[in-house]
């Protein structure tokens, strides 16, 4: 069985998405309504710009979400037996299988971007990968911590993003340190998957129930639950609730590997999704 899997941020780089533009009339369509249905040229920040600028969340997650969907419209027999997303990645996987169009997931895209990056400039929050040690013991040490900090992205063995304040999370990561775990800070400025998106929810709870969801054409594993879901007010409750609930992507790629999936594709820039992917199915 066949598993598609589409990344969140970090996967983003200057010209993603040019190759496609230049050599298929669909995807060049496609670029340009986005260009008109966001009332600026994100394509001229994909293609021309620069890393600091693509790098702001209200134009990665756009970048991204443009890049993947465009590029499972333009493949050869896009036809999944499941699929999963990373974060962001979720709404790209949704728009894959048409639980919404690809316009209405900009729009919605567009909205959880601009939401997130709104917090991520009122609030100091940061993120950082824990490598070598146990998931519990990490879940310890934050749920002992007098801040708001958690574990965030659950994304392969002996890897656990954490997230939350700037200054809990330095206190945790010089305990983890100490405990021979080696740390990793993201290169965002954002608390994501933490309490701290809270006002961010409720945002995207507003603008979601404006949008016609559709049943899944087959099951998405999703973040909240590491579950197949089809059924489409179950698949907004779990996108609302993703904002601020740890990302299972390790529990995702199991839970599908126990259903089946012996090939998982990346649909979108990069190949992060696969290395990480790699090292669960391998475990």
Not at 11 to 37: H, R, V
Not at 137 to 157: H, L, Q, R, T, W
Not at 195 to 219: G, H, N, Q, V
Not at 246 to 265: H, L, R
């Amino acid at each position: 069985m066949k598993a598609y899997i589409f990344p969140g941020q970090g996967s983003q780089f200057i010209g993603m998405g040019k190759d496609l533009y230049n050599t298929s009339n669909l995807a060049k369509k496609l670029f340009l309504l986005s260009d008109e249905i966001l009332g600026f040229q994100i394509t001229c920040i994909m293609f021309n710009g620069t890393m600091e600028i693509l790098k702001n969340t209200k134009y990665t997650q756009l970048a991204i979400y443009i890049y993947s969907v465009i590029k499972t419209k333009i493949l050869n027999n896009f036809n999944p037996d499941m699929v999963a997303g990373h974060s962001l990645g979720e709404l790209s996987a949704l728009a894959s299988i048409d639980v919404f169009s690809f316009e209405e997931g900009l729009k919605l895209v567009a909205q959880r971007a601009l939401a997130m990056q709104e917090i991520c400039e009122s609030v100091h929050g940061r993120m950082a990968a824990v490598f070598g040690l146990e998931d519990e013991v990490i879940e310890k040490v934050c749920e002992k911590d007098n801040g708001i900090i958690v574990p965030a992205n659950y994304n392969c063995p002996g890897q656990l993003v954490i997230s939350g304040e700037y200054e809990s999370l330095k206190r945790v990561c010089s305990f983890f340190k100490k405990m021979g775990g080696k740390i990793f800070m993201l290169p965002v400025h954002g608390a994501f998957h933490s309490p701290i998106m809270e006002p961010a929810k409720k945002k995207l709870a507003k603008f979601i129930k404006t949008i016609s969801f559709r049943d899944s054409k087959c099951p998405i594993y999703q973040n909240v639950n590491a579950k197949p879901v089809r059924k489409s007010s179950n698949i907004k409750k779990n996108l609302i609730e993703q904002l601020t609930s740890p990302v299972k992507w390790k529990q995702s790629i199991e839970n599908m590997i126990k259903n089946g999936a012996i090939s998982f594709i990346d649909v979108g820039p990069g190949c992060i999704l696969q290395k990480i992917t790699k090292k669960i199915y391998q475990k």
